[in-house]
């Protein structure tokens, strides 16, 4: 009798230790895996929390939380303040960068990075107000400064003797204006775009990317025409590789803020977005708070209701918002108008931007416009990795001076809105000032003989290839790649961990289609309206 008491015991001593030492490996393995899907960080990230001073202008403290590019969920409604500030993207913190991370031995092949212009003066003044006071020549001694900006504004000299598609040559390469011009980079945008190119150069300097004796082909670099995406990719461009050679360097100009290239005509994009311009006008004449908000708005400037709104200020008050300085005041007059406008009155115009973002998602009108809004830069995308994985085919002779392993398109948040859409990725953040995507082309490395044999013997589903092709997509340093439509099916835990590029380039060329019903970008651009 005590000999099967003792037996049992020992039994359940043992079955106690086996469930600990599995589950201890479990929540290893969770840990791990959610490590590398970005799920969580690392290690802690300054992010900035935004105080009313006491002076009515505006403060910043400093907290230990992580920005995120997709909201964390929560119960409440998000703080329109606190997401302003996040737009603003002042750089003054350390961020967590994923770029160039992957499993041992994987070959980084090429890299297209999309970046949003940094920081910059408004479009619009809001009538009767002094206009905010923004110096935009650059200075080493004004803050927010860069370790790079000195060696940058002298580099910025020398660009006479790069390559500059017409009408970009005549464009100033630095801002220059004292008093800042409407919609000019500020010296904020281009330190914003000095440490973009500064992270993605310590993220791939190991990967030996760019050679250092890199050729014109390897290197393509386009923007539109406005002074402020030419000066930020400049600025990305000396962060990313700093004292680059001008007579390499080739800037080829977009006429479209789509960068679509030879493919913009598309008659059914445009009734999409009509749509979707009908949606947001019946939402915000809707929105009765926005509507007192306005009204009381205009009563402090003097200013028919009408004309307040035509001016647009929200652009104006972010502005101020992340340029530290007071919101705009004007004199008290017998009339009764006068006084400035106040951080509240801005929180409801954001509160309402920040409704249409989740209406614009129900409704889906968006999402169809952006499909074909942003296929003809997805589609160059795809081609270009398509190219560049030919050319690494084992025994394939490399091509005369090499592939483009590095693309660098500077936009604006009308190019990238879209793009974020169409990819699947509808919860990621508006994109900020300085914001980024990122998209990777890696190979994976050859199969010994020795893993064959192994993997054969567990009898796995998918066959094993040497040099597997594989796309990882980020948004502001965060691997969002399984956020993506498609890719959002393919198990992050798999034989492979990362996304197979055959699933980006089904989607680009057919199955993006299906949300318009259509199978091809010229069925869904040209099918006649039902």
């Known amino acids: 009798m005590d000999r099967h008491q003792s037996r049992d015991k020992m039994l359940a001593r043992n079955r106690f230790l086996l469930l600990v030492v599995v589950g201890g490996a479990a929540l290893a393995i969770i840990s791990l895996s959610l490590q590398f899907l970005n799920l969580i960080p690392i290690t802690p990230v300054v992010e900035e929390r935004p105080f009313q001073a006491a002076d009515g202008g505006v403060g910043v403290a400093q907290g230990k939380s992580r920005k995120r590019v997709f909201p964390v969920p929560h119960t409440q409604e998000p703080d329109p303040i606190s997401e302003a500030y996040g737009y603003c993207n002042t750089p003054n913190r350390t961020e967590q960068a994923w770029e160039g991370h992957s ?125 402020r995406t030419l000066q930020s990719g400049l600025a990305f461009l000396y962060g990313f590789l700093a004292d680059f050679d001008w007579t390499k360097l080739t800037v080829r100009h977009q006429w479209s803020t789509l960068f679509c290239g030879s493919a913009c005509d598309c008659p059914a994009r445009n009734r999409y977005l009509e749509e979707e311009q009908r949606r947001q006008y019946r939402l915000r004449v809707a929105d009765t708070e926005l509507e007192r908000t306005y009204v009381e708005m205009a009563r402090t400037l003097g200013l028919p209701t009408r004309q307040l709104r035509a001016a647009n200020p929200i652009d104006s008050l972010l502005c101020h918002l992340c340029h530290g300085l007071s919101f705009p005041c004007v004199p008290m007059a017998d009339s009764g108008s006068g006084g400035c406008l106040t951080m509240a009155q801005f929180a409801v115009i954001r509160r309402q931007q920040l409704d249409d973002e989740v209406d614009r998602r129900r409704a889906g009108l968006y999402h169809k416009y952006a499909i074909l809004a942003a296929y003809p830069y997805l589609n160059r995308t795809a081609t270009k990795m398509e190219r560049v994985a030919k050319g690494n085919e084992a025994g394939r002779q490399p091509r005369a001076g090499g592939e483009e392993v590095f693309t660098l398109s500077s936009a604006h948040d009308v190019t990238m809105a879209p793009l974020l859409s169409a990819l699947g990725l509808e919860e990621a953040r508006f994109p900020r000032f300085a914001a980024r995507v990122v998209f990777e082309l890696w190979k994976s490395p050859p199969v010994t003989q020795g893993q064959s044999k192994k993997r054969a013997g567990k009898a796995e589903k998918s066959k094993v290839k040497d040099g597997e092709l594989f796309i990882r997509v980020l948004y502001n340093g965060e691997d969002v790649t399984f956020h993506t439509t498609f890719c959002h099916s393919h198990s992050g835990h798999a034989n492979q961990p990362l996304c197979p590029l055959k699933n980006f380039l089904s989607f680009v060329k057919r199955d993006m289609f299906s949300v318009i019903n259509a199978t091809s970008y010229q069925e869904a651009c040209y099918r006649r309206a039902g």
């Open 103 to 227: 499993p041992a031995d994987y070959k980084l092949l090429s890299v297209q990075v999309m970046i949003r212009h940094g920081d910059r003066y408004p479009l619009y003044s809001i009538p009767k107000t002094k206009r905010p006071t923004i110096d935009c020549t650059l200075s080493v001694s004004r803050k927010p400064s860069h370790s790079l900006l000195k060696s940058f504004i002298s580099h910025m000299g020398q660009g006479g003797r790069g390559h500059w598609e017409s009408p970009l040559s005549s464009v100033p390469r630095l801002p220059n204006h004292s008093a800042c011009e409407m919609g000019e980079l500020t010296q904020t945008g281009v330190v914003q775009h000095l440490r973009n190119g500064q992270i993605l150069h310590q993220a791939y300097k190991r990967h030996n990317l760019l050679p250092s004796n890199w050729s014109p082909r390897q290197l393509w670099v386009e923007t539109t025409g406005k002074s």
